[in-house]
DNA sequence: AATGAATGAGCATTCATTCAT
DNA sequence: AATGAATGAATGCTCATTCAT
């Protein structure tokens, strides 16, 4: 059942944004998605797997979810820009969430190769940069953005996003209409 | 002494470079400082207390590396830029390295809180904004780059780096003059 | 399962019998036990718990078993009496037992409070006590021994009693009639 | 240095009346007798010898102090025998005592077998008998006790005031003229 | 397919003992 | 004689994984 995969992910998801990945035993995961301890392993060989699984499936949700509201309303370049910030503030605030810059040594992981770990999470945004792509695409058609871009300014225009957001939810940079401007000065810059 | 401390706090970091953090234990971490388990213990009160440590030195020795070589020789501008993003490099490629955004929740830490990590990281990464600052400082006596300077800025400019720097060294970004002088040209358009 | 708590708390009660308390590992017990070590945590929450379980058992085991065979086949006072002393040395012979006076600050208890074991005892013995009554209502009914008796004598002959039997395990007191016929001589006096 | 040497077995005797024989460590005792670790090596060759001596050690003051105390002021056979039951109460609420009942199996000892455990405390309870004995001797000098008297009524004349103390203490049963007076009427029927 | 009782390898931590000073 | 830093054997406890039902 793709059904009750899906619920085991989740289930660690959500015990991992409550309480972090320490102690978070087969048992645990078992309990909280409601079924058996042996029935988690009809579905993952072993409990790497399910931490794996559910990252890149945590991820890929949240990139989807970006992904997509974003866009929602038809906005203009601004508005694309302000509702990425505040998408992904909305899911940085609500827990887990990897960074482009994560370090994969420090990962309880041995089964997976470092590099296995880091190419996942590479692929999992790649969506992300595609919505750099789109929002620009918008600057473009307003002729506030000039081409050609050099890919790589996705890339930071992004990570600029995400790490300020970050520090956003950690409290270390103000939520508000200031950063959000500031944010969308920073960009024009980028892409002109 | 506070020569055996550093010395444990070194083995972690080295280790920790080599294979990662899984699977590392106490008497892994004795063998390779050539000394005794129970020694540990004399100086670090639990194991957990020896990874935040070492965590804390590691990312503050290279903050300090960075801090120091970034300037050697009196460079310009551009070499300054150039400086920092090829130390970072190296620091980076060498092994443990977390960079801001990294998720605390991830770690294998239960007595420390989420929170404690992330303060010890913020505080310990603030060396780093100040080279953005002295880097500008620069710019601004050769009257490349404009004041005066949202201090968010600087947050971008060391973060671009870095993020763009761990690609590199992921091999997901090309090495070469050709990137560094893409930054150079980015962090012209942030500072001005 | 009551039944695999009964032979965990066994098993302890035969290998403190065998070679005492000191040196008695989990993995020994489970060993013994034809079990795994992991097993015994899921009937006790730690070491402790174990051989406070198991003492408690060992004692409230022998307790009974000398409170029913004491009367079998209906004894006259004197023949009682000789029970009494005859299953009380049998059973202190075979190992664990505990008398009135132990002091708790000599067992390697640490979770328990000295008062919660003496309090154990002190339960678990009081049956001890309603054996005396019954020997002496006995007594009574052949006229050999007079009311009202005082209660504190039942504690204190059950306790003459059982520090003679111990000395005879001990081989400081001879075993044989002469003794029996002494004590029953003293129980005599002390309920006349 | 014998002075040393009594240096530790009273603060091993302290530290066990204050908190049980569970986790008093050697770091602890000398921490304690405010000497060195290494020093306590000096004097005893392991931790169990150093137990072995304190409580050897600690039950032989007790019984010289009973034995000393009870006949201060030339008493008559009931102040004696008060005396005997008062000061016992006075040592054994101060904390260590050991019993004759106590059973070996429970010390954390293995390097001394249990039947040199009890032979020590045998010898060292010695010299209460003899407190019985010179008790008695003044009960017959006025013609209260009678002769001849077996030997083993000391033992359970002992044994019944010291385990009746010891429920003083525990509370178990209540303190004052009415139990010392009830003692001596037993007495009394014991030695006629 | 689903379960959870049973397992034991694995690890953090303690502490008696040693020995260089 | 006195010390206490260093040690590592010993052990309680956890938890991923298995398998009989």
Do not use: W
Not at 62 to 73: P, Q
Not at 96 to 122: C, G, H, Q
């Amino acid at each position: 059942m793709k059904n009750k995969k899906e619920l085991i992910m989740k289930s660690v998801m959500s015990l991992v944004k409550e309480n972090g990945i320490k102690g978070l035993t087969v048992s645990v995961i078992a309990k909280h998605a409601g079924i058996g301890k042996g029935t988690i392993y009809e579905y993952f060989s072993c409990k790497e797997d399910i931490f794996f699984a559910a990252m890149e499936y945590g991820i890929s949700s949240c990139v989807k979810e970006i992904s997509e509201k974003t866009f929602i309303n038809q906005p203009n370049y601004k508005q694309a820009i302000n509702n990425f910030i505040n998408i992904s503030y909305e899911i940085v605030k609500s827990g887990v969430f990897i960074a482009f810059t994560t370090n994969p040594k420090l990962f309880t992981f041995d089964s997976y190769k470092f590099d296995e770990i880091r190419e996942m999470m590479t692929k999992q945004f790649e969506p992300i940069i595609t919505v750099s792509h789109k929002i620009n695409k918008i600057g473009i058609d307003e002729d506030i953005v000039k081409e050609p871009i050099n890919p790589l300014t996705h890339f930071i225009f992004v990570n600029m996003i995400l790490s300020t957001v970050m520090q956003i939810v950690h409290g270390t940079i103000k939520k508000g209409n200031e950063t959000n401007d500031f944010l969308y000065q920073m960009a024009l810059k980028l892409f002109n």
